[in-house]
Nanobody, 127 residues
Framework: QVQIVESGGGLVQAGGSLNLSCTAS????????MVWFRQAPGKDREGVAS????????IYADSVKGRFTISRDNAKNTLSLQMNSLKPEDTAMYYC????????????????????WGQGTQVTISS
């Protein structure tokens, strides 16, 4: 059974940084594009950043471009999200997900294309 576990969330002041990680077990990690989503209370789940299976292609939501960096380590089955210059509007539960095969480009940021999710890690940014 695939298990995805996120970590690294916390409470930081605006302008600060956090580094999120997720690890996946029982998943052929290198066969999947991976994605970070977030969901704030009362809002829809939003695709934040994805990292392709091939070609090291990264896709970012406009709201985080230039501030967040996604990376992956296939040897360790790990996906990371370095978040800098954090803003109060970045406050949300952050989720890691594995994307269905055959999905590419900005479609990787669509929640419907994720077939396996973690439980999330809370990120709270104070003003």
């Amino acid at each position: 059974q695939v298990q995805i576990v996120e970590s690294g969330g916390g409470l930081v002041q605006a302008g600060g940084s956090l580094n999120l990680s997720c690890t996946a077990s029982e998943l052929r990690f290198d066969r999947h594009s991976m994605v970070w989503f977030r969901q704030a209370p009362g809002k829809d789940r939003e695709g934040v950043a994805s990292f392709s299976r091939y070609g090291a292609i990264t896709i970012y939501a406009d709201s985080v471009k230039g501030r967040f960096t996604i990376s992956r380590d296939n040897a360790k089955n790990t996906l990371s999200l370095q978040m800098n210059s954090l803003k109060p509007e970045d406050t949300a539960m952050y989720y890691c997900g594995a994307i269905r095969p055959g999905i590419a480009g900005r479609e990787t940021l669509a929640p419907a294309n994720v077939f396996n999710w973690g439980q999330g890690t809370q990120v709270t940014i104070s003003s």
